[in-house]
């Protein structure tokens, strides 16, 4: 799976939507579902998936595929 | 991307998963448990409800998807209400978000800030100083916040501190202070637990201490989802905290359990005593027989629990004795086991008859045995039997029976703690009538040679927790199987219109403790209706439920009351009474399993009374 799909994965499945639904479009804004008790979920799920540690900066910045793909891309090795 | 261990636990069945306990999803993450819980959700739709209502100072919504996680493994399809942030009394009124709700249980997850302002003082001086002299001042608050809310609802009240995220104000010196705060907490959490067990019918204190405890303080909070979105947990604690919740609601959704039987070799001691013999069975102080000593224990922990233990293994019986007799090392003795089947029969005929002997439906049982074989042989026969495989490592044997859900009590009454020693009083009973059989002689002369002493109590509000038990756990003999939560039965008899009445029954061997419950609904001045009457299976066979209707009808005729109603309500497994109207000169109303009697025209007939004496205590004048 490339990091798109996992990352379309996880979102999908802590928002309990279709993956078919994210794209790397996707964003908070635009996402039903994704809200603010959602994100923190997605934050774990994310940390957990990719085995990386978030600080709480990092949590208002990743609120979108794109930029969660950009994190992970520069930060797992 | 980690390995998703989901095709491993997906491939299996919910019950599967459910009897390995939960410790296996400790290691899940967050999507692996969302997925997984979608998917048995999909292929085995919970069937139980729960609704659950979460009053709370912190973030409570994020627990959400654990609590569903282990709520779709125990199979309960849970509802959850999270009432708006803050310890809002106008949610305990008619009208509020919880009462439409209609919660089973509500939950309050609070912080010690909010439960006295003075706690919340950021004056760390005044703070030591003080707080000792604002406990019982704190401790009252909860309860009458507490107490609003018990106006409104019978669900189950479940309080929970959230421990300190700070550590004691004066570090590692805390302990050797005058004002330490972890022993100033142990002594609010006491106070705490106490007063609720004194004062408020089904509420518990639960004490989340003990979970970080268990998983440990660096592993329980996550200070970013503290401080960033009032969440303390860490995946670890969320998923600990809803895994102990859901058990708590599986225990009041499922049949209570009642009996573990357990197998003997590879189970209570390692080896195999016809093989190795009583000195090469390991049972010990060193390894592995020191694990089979602590198994043993925790067993015993579980006796005072309430819960009966029987054996049932395949051995010569004078073998498995002479471990249970002469072991130096053997923790339960044959007194601690209520029942036995120590033979070469096939386990699912002796578990059918140890349900007989004991009175107990095979729904009670916790079988607990270390062969794959015959485990797999029970859950297949016996489905209404939960099986508990011991693991295979010795070192995991003590604490293999942590995790059942139905081994967790509520509350603890007198019964419960003797219940064993109640068991094998009953044993001798039967031995008694068998003798007498032997000998010809006829029921009513057996009955007399119990002397039997009938002690009936009406409206005593001094054990309402084994009343509610009663209708909770009472099965067989059980007219209309309505259950009611303590506070129901304190309303019960608190109200005029409703008398509740107990009785226990002693005899030679001993006093059985309360096991007979009868609600009667005044209709009328002369006229009353059975809302329910049972009996515990305990005392069956002594004719105690002849004895005690009598009484009760003799009791309302000597009220003034004529018109006597009253309900068979069958169900599985009450067929027990299906004519018990019909014995005690009831007319039944067409085929409705209503029945009435007329007591100005057939009045109770002392001659009909069985050979118990009675004695009638009114608490409520």
Same mark, same amino acid.
């Given at each position: 799976m490339?990091?798109?799909?996992?990352?379309?994965?996880?979102?999908? %499945?802590?928002?309990?939507v279709?993956?078919?639904? $994210?794209?790397?479009?996707?964003?908070?804004?635009?996402?039903?579902?994704?809200?603010s008790?959602?994100?923190v979920?997605?934050? $774990?799920?994310?940390?957990?998936?990719?085995?990386?540690?978030l600080d709480?900066?990092?949590?208002? *910045?990743l609120?979108?595929?794109?930029?969660?793909i %950009?994190? $992970? %891309? *520069?930060?797992?090795? | 991307m980690?390995k998703?261990p989901?095709?491993?636990f997906?491939?299996q069945?919910?019950?599967?998963?459910?009897?390995?306990?939960?410790?296996w999803?400790?290691?899940?993450?967050?999507?692996?448990?969302?997925?997984?819980?979608?998917?048995?959700?999909?292929?085995?739709?919970?069937?139980?409800?729960?609704?659950?209502?979460i009053?709370?100072?912190?973030t409570?919504d994020?627990?959400?998807?654990?609590l569903?996680? +282990?709520?779709v493994?125990?199979?309960?399809?849970?509802?959850?209400? +999270?009432?708006?942030?803050?310890?809002?009394?106008m949610?305990?009124?008619k009208?509020?978000?919880?009462?439409?709700?209609?919660?089973?249980?509500?939950?309050?997850? !609070?912080?010690?800030d909010?439960? +006295?302002?003075?706690?919340?003082?950021?004056?760390?001086? !005044?703070?030591l100083?003080?707080?000792?002299?604002?406990?019982? @001042?704190?401790?009252k608050?909860?309860l009458?916040?507490?107490?609003?809310?018990?106006?409104?609802?019978?669900?189950?009240?479940?309080?929970t501190?959230?421990?300190?995220?700070?550590?004691p104000?004066?570090? /590692?010196?805390?302990?050797?202070s005058?004002?330490?705060?972890?022993?100033?907490?142990?002594?609010?959490?006491?106070?705490?637990?106490?007063?609720?067990?004194?004062?408020?019918?089904?509420?518990?204190?639960?004490?989340?201490?003990?979970?970080?405890a268990d998983?440990? =303080?660096f592993?329980f909070?996550?200070?970013?989802?503290?401080?960033?979105?009032?969440?303390?947990?860490t995946?670890?604690?969320?998923?600990?905290?809803?895994?102990?919740?859901?058990?708590l609601m599986?225990?009041?959704?499922?049949?209570k359990?009642?009996v573990?039987?357990?197998?003997?070799?590879?189970?209570?001691?390692?080896?195999i /005593?016809?093989?190795?013999?009583i000195?090469?069975?390991a049972?010990?102080?060193?390894?592995?027989?020191?694990?089979?000593?602590?198994?043993q224990?925790?067993?015993l922990?579980?006796?005072k629990?309430?819960?009966i233990?029987a054996?049932?293994?395949?051995?010569?019986?004078?073998?498995?004795?002479?471990?249970?007799?002469?072991?130096p090392?053997? /923790?339960?003795?044959?007194?601690?086991?209520?029942?036995?089947r120590?033979n070469?029969?096939?386990?699912?005929?002796n578990?059918?008859?140890?349900?007989?002997?004991l009175?107990?439906?095979?729904?009670s049982?916790?079988?607990?045995d270390?062969?794959?074989?015959?485990?797999?042989?029970?859950?297949?026969?016996?489905?209404q039997?939960?099986? /508990?495989?011991t693991?295979?490592?010795p070192?995991?044997?003590?604490?293999?029976?942590?995790?059942?859900?139905?081994?967790?009590?509520?509350?603890?009454?007198?019964?419960?703690?003797?219940?064993?020693? !109640?068991?094998?009083?009953?044993k001798?009973r039967?031995?008694?009538?068998?003798?007498?059989?032997?000998?010809?002689?006829?029921?009513?002369s057996y009955?007399?040679?119990l002397?039997?002493?009938?002690?009936?109590?009406?409206?005593?509000?001094?054990?309402?927790?084994r009343l509610?038990? !009663?209708?909770?756990?009472?099965?067989?003999?059980?007219?209309?199987?309505?259950r009611y939560?303590?506070?129901?039965?304190?309303?019960?008899?608190?109200s005029?219109?409703?008398?509740?009445s107990?009785?226990?029954?002693?005899?030679?061997? =001993?006093?059985?403790?309360?096991?007979g419950?009868?609600?009667?609904?005044?209709?009328?001045d002369?006229?009353? @209706?059975?809302?329910?009457?049972?009996?515990?299976c305990r005392v069956?066979?002594?004719?105690?439920?002849?004895a &005690?209707?009598?009484a009760?009808?003799?009791y309302?005729?000597?009220?003034?009351?004529?018109?006597?109603?009253?309900?068979?309500?069958?169900?599985?497994k009450?067929?027990l009474?299906?004519? &018990?109207?019909?014995? +005690?000169?009831f007319?039944?109303?067409?085929?409705?399993?209503?029945?009435?009697?007329d007591?100005?025209a057939?009045?109770?007939?002392?001659?009909?009374?069985?050979?118990?004496?009675?004695?009638?205590?009114?608490?409520?004048?």
């Amino acid at each position: 799976m490339s990091v798109l799909e996992q990352v379309i994965h996880v979102v999908a %499945e802590t928002l309990n939507v279709s993956p078919s639904t $994210i794209t790397r479009e996707s964003t908070a804004e635009n996402t039903n579902g994704w809200d603010s008790l959602a994100h923190v979920n997605l934050m $774990i799920a994310i940390e957990q998936t990719f085995d990386i540690a978030l600080d709480v900066e990092d949590f208002a *910045k990743l609120n979108s595929i794109q930029s969660i793909i %950009e994190f $992970i %891309e *520069k930060n797992v090795t | 991307m980690k390995k998703n261990p989901n095709q491993q636990f997906a491939a299996q069945t919910r019950k599967a998963l459910k009897e390995q306990g939960s410790n296996w999803s400790k290691n899940l993450s967050f999507p692996e448990a969302h997925a997984l819980a979608r998917h048995l959700s999909e292929t085995e739709p919970p069937e139980k409800e729960f609704r659950l209502g979460i009053i709370h100072t912190y973030t409570s919504d994020l627990l959400d998807p654990w609590l569903h996680f +282990h709520a779709v493994i125990q199979g309960i399809d849970l509802k959850t209400y +999270h009432a708006p942030y803050g310890l809002n009394l106008m949610e305990s009124q008619k009208g509020s978000g919880l009462h439409a709700h209609a919660p089973d249980m509500i939950l309050f997850m !609070l912080t010690l800030d909010d439960i +006295h302002p003075e706690f919340s003082n950021p004056d760390p001086e !005044l703070h030591l100083c003080q707080r000792n002299n604002l406990l019982e @001042d704190a401790v009252k608050r909860v309860l009458e916040i507490l107490a609003m809310f018990r106006a409104y609802t019978s669900a189950r009240i479940v309080l929970t501190l959230l421990p300190p995220i700070m550590p004691p104000a004066l570090g /590692i010196y805390d302990a050797q202070s005058a004002h330490s705060e972890n022993i100033w907490r142990a002594s609010l959490k006491k106070q705490l637990a106490d007063t609720l067990s004194n004062t408020l019918e089904s509420t518990l204190f639960f004490d989340m201490d003990q979970i970080l405890a268990d998983i440990g =303080g660096f592993h329980f909070f996550d200070f970013r989802f503290w401080y960033a979105s009032r969440f303390p947990f860490t995946p670890l604690a969320a998923n600990e905290f809803a895994r102990r919740l859901v058990n708590l609601m599986a225990i009041s959704v499922y049949p209570k359990a009642k009996v573990i039987a357990l197998d003997a070799d590879n189970t209570l001691w390692g080896g195999i /005593i016809g093989e190795d013999g009583i000195n090469g069975i390991a049972l010990g102080p060193e390894y592995p027989g020191n694990t089979f000593v602590d198994f043993q224990r925790r067993l015993l922990d579980l006796q005072k629990r309430g819960f009966i233990l029987a054996l049932c293994s395949k051995n010569n019986t004078e073998d498995v004795h002479e471990i249970l007799d002469n072991h130096p090392h053997q /923790i339960l003795r044959r007194q601690h086991f209520a029942a036995e089947r120590i033979n070469w029969l096939p386990k699912v005929d002796n578990l059918v008859s140890l349900s007989d002997e004991l009175n107990l439906g095979l729904d009670s049982f916790i079988f607990v045995d270390d062969s794959s074989h015959e485990c797999d042989i029970i859950r297949s026969r016996l489905p209404q039997i939960e099986v /508990i495989q011991t693991p295979s490592k010795p070192v995991n044997i003590p604490m293999c029976l942590e995790q059942v859900a139905r081994l967790e009590i509520l509350s603890l009454t007198e019964e419960d703690t003797l219940k064993t020693k !109640l068991y094998a009083q009953e044993k001798q009973r039967k031995q008694l009538k068998q003798d007498a059989n032997a000998l010809g002689g006829d029921l009513n002369s057996y009955l007399a040679s119990l002397k039997m002493k009938m002690h009936i109590e009406i409206d005593s509000r001094k054990n309402i927790a084994r009343l509610s038990q !009663l209708t909770q756990k009472t099965n067989q003999f059980n007219v209309t199987t309505r259950r009611y939560s303590e506070q129901q039965i304190l309303d019960f008899i608190e109200s005029d219109k409703w008398i509740v009445s107990s009785f226990t029954l002693n005899d030679i061997f =001993g006093n059985s403790g309360i096991v007979g419950l009868a609600l009667f609904h005044r209709l009328a001045d002369e006229a009353i @209706d059975i809302d329910n009457f049972l009996m515990s299976c305990r005392v069956i066979g002594r004719s105690a439920e002849s004895a &005690f209707l009598y009484a009760m009808l003799d009791y309302f005729a000597r009220m003034g009351i004529t018109q006597v109603t009253a309900t068979y309500i069958p169900t599985q497994k009450n067929n027990l009474v299906v004519d &018990f109207f019909n014995r +005690h000169g009831f007319t039944p109303e067409n085929e409705t399993g209503h029945y009435k009697r007329d007591l100005s025209a057939s009045p109770p007939d002392r001659k009909l009374f069985p050979p118990i004496e009675i004695e009638i205590e009114n608490t409520d004048t």
